[in-house]
């Protein structure tokens, strides 16, 4: 024969307490429903007990690192709440079967706690999977909180439809059947959500941006790494260590510099001009070129050119009283060449990448002679280093050419 709780307290109260248990249904249930919460407190602390000495025991003991993300304390704790509920919901129908009334109520409130903590528990899952394969190389940059964010979604509205359910005592089929004459109100909140997620899968299909990337967003002001790609936002710390937001459809909708390639090439490129006074530059003299016929770089260059440019003018029966007729050296152009060599004999320079100097349109500033070339290097601290080392040479190498690097006069020169 099944044991019947209620009938033994009955007896209980009759028998030993001398009670009439005909006039005190709700005092007995008040108190068996004390006890089951009492029970119900106790099964939660032994579980919570429990799990979290038997469970962390167990990770520990294997080799594996999933084992133990996934089974964390928040984990453990949920599970213990899950206990309690289940328990609660078998005895309540026992209890109240003389007010049968409050049984559907309590038997939601528990249904709807339990909904809760499966959430709760899913969330972890979500984290726990996220942090897994963030460990893993191929997938450290890609946008795993995208994809988990998008997972806790659909568990949120699984969750929300079934607890709905539950409060209107309807199928959830039958609000299913009506979420299709909700889609624009479900569009329009998630809208954000929605973009998001397909520009996080075509910045992961395209492989347009990972995280740890250097990218430049002119538009939002962000310049610096990205530390973290979500649902609806991809987060840039700038180097000043601000923390720029921006949507993630606006890295499909709008344009910005992804530094990437340059971090993974053999050099950092450098471009940058000498705007050299127009009034300065002039044919070569003799004396002019005997003088830079001593400069290490270009001596060779020097002889050969002259070698070159005599037999010319020679050949051409060319006038050399004047320096316009024939083929003569400019200091700009000498310039140019021993900016060439030094390039090429610097340590800092790539010469197995694009190396080279050239004279752009002259401009209000002057003639700009611009170096283009790659730093081996590419740490920013460093590149700007050499960077401005090269330079440096290159201003103060400008008079021993006789030429002038323009400048817009100040007061003192007016003065």
């Not at 700038?238 to 050099?267: C, H, L, Q, V």
């Not at 310039?335 to 752009?360: D, G, H």
Request: proline share 3%; with cysteine.
């Amino acid at each position: 024969m099944d044991f019947n709780f209620t009938n033994w307290f009955d007896n209980l109260l009759t028998k030993v307490l001398n009670i009439n248990t005909d006039v005190v249904y709700i005092p007995r249930t008040i108190i068996l429903f004390s006890l089951l919460i009492c029970l119900c407190l106790f099964v939660w602390w032994l579980g919570k007990k429990v799990l979290n000495y038997i469970i962390p025991k167990v990770t520990l003991k294997t080799k594996t690192l999933w084992d133990d993300i996934i089974f964390n304390k928040k984990v453990i704790n949920s599970v213990s709440h899950l206990l309690p509920a289940i328990l609660f919901n078998y005895y309540t129908p026992l209890l109240f079967s003389d007010f049968q009334f409050i049984v559907p109520f309590l038997a939601g409130i528990t249904n709807i706690f339990i909904i809760l903590v499966a959430i709760e528990i899913f969330s972890s899952l979500f984290n726990s999977a996220t942090e897994i394969l963030s460990k893993i190389e191929r997938f450290k940059d890609k946008p795993l909180d995208s994809f988990s964010q998008l997972g806790k979604i659909i568990i949120y509205l699984i969750a929300g439809i079934l607890i709905i359910s539950i409060l209107i005592n309807k199928n959830p089929l039958f609000l299913l059947s009506g979420i299709g004459a909700m889609a624009a109100i479900i569009l329009l909140i998630f809208k954000d959500s929605i973009l998001g997620f397909v520009a996080s899968i075509q910045l992961s299909g395209n492989n347009m941006v990972r995280v740890g990337d250097w990218v430049t967003v002119s538009k939002y002001g962000a310049d610096g790494d990205v530390v973290e790609i979500n649902l609806t936002t991809i987060k840039v710390q700038n180097f000043d260590k601000t923390i720029t937001t921006i949507p993630t459809y606006a890295f499909i909708s709008d344009s910005f510099t992804n530094w990437r390639g340059m971090e993974e090439s053999e050099g950092r490129r450098i471009k940058r001009a000498l705007n050299i006074k127009i009034d300065s530059i002039k044919f070569c003299s003799n004396e002019m070129l005997a003088q830079y016929g001593k400069y290490h770089l270009i001596s060779n260059y020097i002889h050969e050119k002259q070698t070159e440019i005599n037999s010319y003018n020679v050949k051409k029966s060319i006038n050399k009283q004047e320096l316009i007729n024939g083929r003569h050296l400019t200091n700009i152009g000498v310039f140019r060449v021993y900016i060439e060599e030094y390039l090429k004999n610097s340590p800092t320079i790539n010469n197995q990448m694009t190396c080279m100097v050239r004279q752009l349109p002259p401009t209000e500033f002057g003639v700009p002679i611009e170096v283009y070339a790659f730093s081996k290097n590419k740490d920013w601290a460093i590149y700007e280093a050499n960077m401005a080392d090269i330079f440096d040479h290159l201003f103060a190498a400008t008079k021993n050419f006789e030429l002038e690097i323009f400048e817009r006069p100040s007061t003192g020169d007016f003065n």
